[in-house]
């Protein structure tokens, strides 16, 4: 079935479930491309907007919004290359955009199709690797993307043990 006749599908079954379910399959959820609200400025993630209760980062002024930046580790750059490799790993993730030390992927919702916009910026001599997360529509997301950061940080922690630990 294709996608223009399940997004007429959903318009004729209103807003019930099945009507829910047709736009969910028809992609009607998954958002705008985010353009230049994503990227890198003055050597920095692009900030989150701070009416919306739907993103963290690493830049963040806000308590709401601040995530702490993930640990690169003795090796900032092979931590990075494990970070892409995680991601692209990732059900739901795909990588969107790369140049040395940035990363740009798209996580997309099994059900509902909903998309989230995730970068990574390496700051190698700090040893950190900086991180934004933002839902592409509505104005909360109810924790998800902290949560998944916090997911990525600790399989990205794991790999490095591991890594670690077979020197």
């Known amino acids: 079935m294709s996608r223009r006749l399940l997004a007429r599908a959903a318009a004729l079954l209103g807003t019930g479930l099945l009507g829910l379910l047709a736009a969910a399959c028809a992609g009607a959820f998954s958002g705008s491309p985010p353009g230049e609200a994503?990227?890198?400025?003055d050597g920095r993630l692009k900030p989150v907007r701070s009416q919306y209760w739907n993103a963290v980062?690493?830049?963040a002024d806000t308590d709401y919004h601040r995530i702490a930046p993930l640990d690169a580790g003795a090796d900032p750059r092979a931590s990075f290359a494990e970070l892409r490799r995680l991601v692209a790993d990732w059900p739901g993730a795909r990588i969107a955009?790369?140049?040395?030390g940035y990363l740009h992927a798209e996580f997309r919702t099994p059900l509902?199709?909903?998309?989230?916009?995730?970068?990574?910026?390496?700051?190698?001599?700090?040893?950190?690797?900086h991180v934004r997360s933002a839902s592409r529509l509505g104005r909360r997301d109810f924790g998800a993307n902290r949560k998944r950061v916090e997911a990525i940080r600790a399989q990205l922690t794991s790999s490095q043990t591991s890594a670690g630990e077979s020197k």
């Not at 994503?38 to 400025?41: N, Q, S, T």
């Open 38 to 41: 994503i990227g890198v400025a």
């Open 57 to 59: 980062s690493s830049f």
């Open 97 to 100: 955009g790369e140049t040395p």
């Open 112 to 129: 509902m199709r909903f998309v989230d916009d995730v970068e990574f910026l390496l700051d190698a001599p700090a040893g950190v690797i």
